[in-house]
């Protein structure tokens, strides 16, 4: 089952910063942040991950609290096409298995 | 370099017939899963392998459904004699051997008439 909560939409302007929170209180030393987003019905995008340091790409930051019980996801000029479904998923690394277990993600509507 | 490929993308198959999902992994990656997604719900793992081999087939329905990644030639998820409840869009995803970040394809939607 997923370890994480998201709440289940959020409303963000055009132009405007996106942020996406995520908590996963029960999250382990060698657990990963990983964030997929979902537009329509298309396959899961990658965007993001990170173990305990902040992270930038050219897609979106990632930042994650000093005690890794949370994390939010920086959208930092939203557009129209970024209106999808965003998952955050915790995972551990390659030696102990590889799914990804998806919840229910954030609903994301970015509005002109 | 060209994403994970699947194909077909669309499959339209009568209850009874068999189903075949290909997909194809980016170049370099030797590590495949499949997740299935059915309508109005989330996306859940079926399987993963590599090379010749089922590493993890934990999500895979006990009957009916197998996958193979042969040494040559794409990943293939075959599903036997379909039923209406078989009806969803699945997605493969691959990454490479020193990564573990996975790379989704464009998914296959299955309808079952």
């Known amino acids: 089952d997923a370890k994480t909560t998201q709440p289940p939409s959020m409303d963000c302007a055009e132009g405007r910063a996106a942020n996406l929170p995520c908590n996963h209180s029960?999250?382990?030393?060698?657990?990963?942040v990983y964030w997929y987003r979902q537009i329509h019905s298309q396959g899961p995008q990658y965007i993001i991950h990170?173990?305990?340091n902040n992270e930038t790409n050219e897609m979106a930051s990632l930042i994650i609290t000093e005690d890794r019980k949370s994390s939010t996801l920086i959208l930092p000029h939203a557009t129209l096409r970024d209106t999808a479904v965003y998952y955050c998923?915790?995972?551990?690394?390659?030696?102990?298995?590889?799914?990804?277990?998806f919840g229910a993600g954030t609903i994301l509507r970015v509005k002109s | 370099n060209a994403g994970v490929m699947q194909n077909p993308r669309h499959l339209v198959r009568r209850r009874g017939q068999e189903a075949r999902l290909r997909c194809s992994p980016m170049?370099?990656?030797?590590?495949v899963y499949w997740y299935r997604q059915l309508p109005e719900e989330g996306l859940k793992f079926m399987v993963y392998?590599?090379?010749?081999?089922?590493?993890?087939e934990s999500g895979m329905p006990k009957e009916r459904f197998s996958a193979e990644f042969p040494k040559e030639g794409p990943s293939i998820l075959r599903i036997q004699q379909v039923v209406r409840g078989d009806s969803a869009a699945y997605f493969c995803?691959?990454?490479?051997?020193?990564?573990?970040?996975?790379?989704f394809g464009p998914g296959t939607r299955l309808t079952v008439l």
């Open positions: 998923i915790v995972r551990v690394g390659r030696e102990y298995g590889n799914k990804l277990v």
């Open positions: 990170g173990l305990k």
């Open positions: 995803a691959s990454s490479p051997p020193t990564a573990d970040t996975q790379y």
């Open positions: 170049k370099g990656h030797s590590h």
């Open positions: 392998l590599q090379k010749e081999n089922i590493i993890d």
């Open positions: 029960t999250i382990s030393g060698n657990e990963y």
